[in-house]
């Protein structure tokens, strides 16, 4: 541990230390450690199901900081943001009275008491307003950094650039005063993601430009600098205000190690290998030493650096990187690889029990038992219920205005749908529903919103979506991978009150939210009461926030379409419609089918193993076999004749 402002105490030379080669002058072994994209999982539990949940938690990662702290001569601590929204303790704090006037907003508390040293500010800081993100920092026990993101007037939100001064301990024994250098960055699309609550107040500028503002000047000041960059990596070409724009920010010169995060992917490991400037064995961008933990607390970053004295100067003489888990999948078991901190589980152990019995609170009832592990596949119960409940809520709201005539429609999308691991799927038993149910059908706090389109909007609209599968090619008679693991659920959306058929022989003809393949359309027979859509009828879509606004950058959204903002969350929509709906039924709504094909196609997909509850009636459908790390593999078959059968 660094002996700073906050930690006064001075440890001498580990064994760890004692065991390494003869130290040499004035040469710092320096371990810098990150967690990222915490998301409010305090503890090791799943409040969706009301058990212990050994791959998350705060409490988990804060065992092998502890471990990582005393192994280690100097260390220092650093979050990279998307803290204070997550998990349900994250809604009911952030609930009105949840933070009253004054008090330490309790997640940050607790990550104090393990002596953070710097943070930064990730997207989701922001889904609860300014208000109650401005009253969450007012009492950090670390200062929070962010350089891409200006108060209207031009004054900085929070600082964007700082600079620590610890005591480090050399081999040799010396002591030496260490200028840390800390700059943090946000994606600059939170002006799209949380428009109507930013707009007005806050601006944000592009990440890379961001930086080489501020980097020249604090270069000056520090011997080590380190970029927190709520972002993640993408080789895809530099664009001005791109999300992911860790690797391009790795080229500004100046900068010693990145931080990275948003993405919920680790790094170093094998999902990055084989970029452009990207060494994903040894952990670096553009030979920049960099990490990404996963989220939720599923891993600690590490990055180990070795400085050297030239001069007054430090310099880089060797690095390791590495992110740890915190547990490990054999199989469809899952091993834990860290103890969970009991101080940080007594920190917040009000909030906790509060948070279960708040989303313990009954609902309504619903018939049957209600499941995404097939959402990619084929129609869905769970995107029905929130079809049907979007619907209720806004058609009052339209009425009486000049919308009134038109025909509501609605778009919902699978948020747990496997994606990264087995256990990210909705699964509520019929009976009764509580409140965390509800929050595990729609776990993002976004907002209820409508747009006005025409026909061929829509039918671009779901273009965009159908970007969650792999092209595949008709002529091949074995199984060919259906789902790009690269495409998250959230970003597919289905609409109720249409049905369509998405030819996935063809090409994506959009890919990021960009038009790729102008010619290519693998949306087709799209139908509106059993008739073909008219291209020209205009429709109100009601979504969230989040899609409204041009979140994914779906065609023909983010714009003057909206006709819609409802001061409810989506998940306040669904909570009415079990209220107004006592015993609501399992719905079954024909909405989309892979197109058929002159030969029966055989796609391959996993999911999580209880997917093997639902295939009786389901003859297209077939259990292959156990995957990899707790996945199932199964197969469907596109029949030549209609609705895959
Ligand atoms: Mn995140
Ligand atoms: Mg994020």
Redesign the pocket.
């Known amino acids: 541990m660094i002996v700073g402002r906050r930690h006064a105490v001075a440890l001498g030379l580990t064994a760890t230390m004692a065991a390494r080669p003869a130290a040499a002058a004035g040469r710092v072994r320096l371990r810098l450690l990150e967690t990222s994209?915490l998301h409010m999982y305090a503890r090791d539990f799943d409040y969706y199901h009301d058990r212990t949940d050994p791959t998350v938690g705060l409490s988990k990662v804060a065992s092998l900081i502890g471990i990582a702290r005393r192994e280690a001569a100097n260390s220092m601590l650093f979050d990279n943001?998307?803290i204070i929204q997550g998990s349900p303790l994250g809604d009911y704090i952030a609930r009105p009275g949840g933070l009253p006037p004054g008090a330490a907003h309790p997640f940050l508390k607790a990550m104090g008491t393990l002596g953070y040293d710097a943070a930064t500010l990730?997207?989701?800081e922001f889904n609860f307003g300014l208000p109650f993100l401005e009253q969450s920092l007012q009492r950090t026990p670390f200062p929070f950094v962010c350089a891409n993101l200006k108060r209207v007037g031009g004054q900085s939100f929070v600082p964007p650039t700082t600079v620590l001064t610890r005591t480090v301990h050399a081999e040799d024994g010396t002591s030496h005063r260490l200028h840390v250098g800390v700059i943090g960055f946000v994606?600059p699309q939170i002006m799209i993601w949380d428009k109507t609550k930013l707009t007005g107040h806050v601006t944000t500028d592009d990440i890379v430009e961001a930086a080489e503002r501020f980097v020249p000047a604090l270069r000056k000041r520090c011997d080590v600098l380190v970029a927190l960059c709520?972002a993640g990596i993408s080789a895809a070409p530099r664009t001005v205000g791109a999300e992911n724009a860790a690797l391009y920010l790795a080229k500004v010169p100046g900068i010693d190690v990145i931080f990275t995060?948003?993405s919920h992917r680790v790094f170093p490991s094998p999902d990055y290998a084989g970029l452009d400037g990207v060494d994903a064995v040894r952990g670096t961008l553009s030979g920049i030493p960099a990490v990404m933990p996963g989220y939720w607390g599923s891993h600690l970053g590490k990055i180990d650096l070795v400085l050297e004295q030239a001069g007054k100067a430090w310099k880089i003489a060797d690095f390791k990187v590495e992110a740890q888990p915190i547990y490990r999948r054999d199989g469809a078991t899952v091993v834990s690889l860290a103890q969970s901190d009991t101080r940080i589980e007594a920190a917040v152990a009000t909030e906790h029990e509060g948070t279960r019995a708040w989303v313990g609170r009954p609902v309504g009832r619903i018939s049957g038992r209600l499941t995404s592990y097939l959402a990619l596949v084929g129609d869905n119960a769970v995107m029905d219920l929130i079809n049907r409940a979007q619907i209720e809520y806004t058609r009052p709201l339209l009425a009486g205005t000049q919308h009134a005539g038109l025909p509501i429609l609605s778009a919902a999308a699978p948020f747990k749908s496997g994606g990264l691991a087995p256990d990210n799927y909705t699964d509520i038993p019929a009976g009764p529903v509580a409140l965390r149910d509800v929050a595990d059908i729609y776990i993002f706090p976004n907002t209820l919103a409508a747009v006005r389109l025409t026909g061929a909007g829509i039918v671009e609209w779901l273009e965009r979506s159908a970007n969650v599968f792999l092209k595949v090619d008709p002529a091949i008679r074995t199984a060919q991978p259906l789902i790009d693991p690269k495409a998250p659920g959230y970003n597919f959306d289905t609409i109720s009150g249409l049905t369509w058929e998405i030819d996935i022989t063809r090409p994506n003809r959009y890919e990021g939210g960009k038009l790729v393949n102008a010619d290519s359309h693998r949306i087709g027979d799209v139908r509106f009461e059993g008739k073909p859509i008219d291209p020209k009828r205009e429709f109100v879509v009601v979504t969230n926030n989040y899609r409204a606004d041009g979140g994914g950058g779906f065609p023909g959204l983010g714009g003057d379409t909206v006709i819609l903002r409802a001061p409810d969350a989506n998940r306040d929509a669904l909570v009415r419609y079990f209220e107004q709906n006592k015993d609501v039924a399992v719905p079954s709504v024909p909405s989309w089918r892979f197109a058929k094909q002159p030969e029966p196609l055989l796609l391959s997909f996993e999911t999580a193993p209880a997917a093997k509850d639902l295939l009786t009636g389901r003859p297209e459908l077939k259990w292959t076999g156990p995957g990899s790390k707790g996945w199932d593999r199964f197969e469907l078959t596109v029949y030549t004749n209609p609705r895959n059968l």
């Open positions: 994209d943001g998307d990730g997207n989701h994606p709520h995060g948003h």
